[in-house]
């Protein structure tokens, strides 16, 4: 498989299960590498880039004046507040990522790029205020990518399903083939029998 069709998280061989920790890891490998979990990724992202946008138009409705300042002022702050529970939620799935997988989830150049993301819109959240916010709005669409890339994983997840299933019809075919060529054999040595 070419590396681009290789997906970023695979399973690594389990370590000496009994451990409670080793389990725990296990567990967590398991659920970052499940559809489940890219799925859960994925609808962060998406409401985290809503929240994004819904700020945006707070920004613009508040400077043409149809929403008013202080009402635009609680719903920026609003939205800032989500955007930073969003933030410790992809600090937190990074610390997760990296303790289930050790620092070979480096390994990968998207997750170097995607956790330089994820510390840097943390950081500009929790320190930054004013002007800089728009920075750290900035830096949140940068995790769009994310998007991309859990669906290119799940795409190559089914490509790999599909190519085992091409497979297991070749096989079936041979099979059939064998099994339709035994049977004219059989029957031509069968006394009275139509071919």
């Given at each position: ?157 089914a490509q790999e399903q599909t190519e085992a299933l091409r497979e297991k019809i070749e096989l079936l075919e041979q099979e059939k083939s064998q099994m339709e060529e035994e049977l004219v054999r059989f029957r031509l040595q069968t006394p009275g029998s139509h071919a």
């Open positions: 498989m070419e590396d681009s069709q290789r997906p970023l998280l695979h399973n690594i061989s389990p370590e000496r299960p009994g451990s409670t920790f080793n389990t725990a890891r296990l567990h967590t490998r398991r659920y970052l590498c499940s559809k489940f979990g890219h799925y859960t990724i994925l609808l962060l992202v998406s409401l985290d880039c809503s929240c994004i946008f819904i700020e945006f138009v707070v920004q613009i409705f508040t400077c043409e004046g149809k929403i008013s300042e202080p009402k635009g002022h609680v719903a920026q702050e609003a939205t800032s507040i989500i955007g930073l529970i969003f933030s410790c939620l992809f600090m937190l799935e990074l610390v997760a990522s990296i303790w289930a997988f050790s620092f070979q989830y480096f390994r990968s150049k998207f997750h170097c790029f995607d956790a330089t993301v994820i510390v840097a819109s943390f950081i500009i959240d929790v320190l930054l205020r004013g002007l800089l916010e728009e920075v750290a709005s900035l830096v949140i669409i940068l995790r769009l990518w994310r998007v991309i890339k859990i669906m290119e994983e799940l795409s190559v997840g």
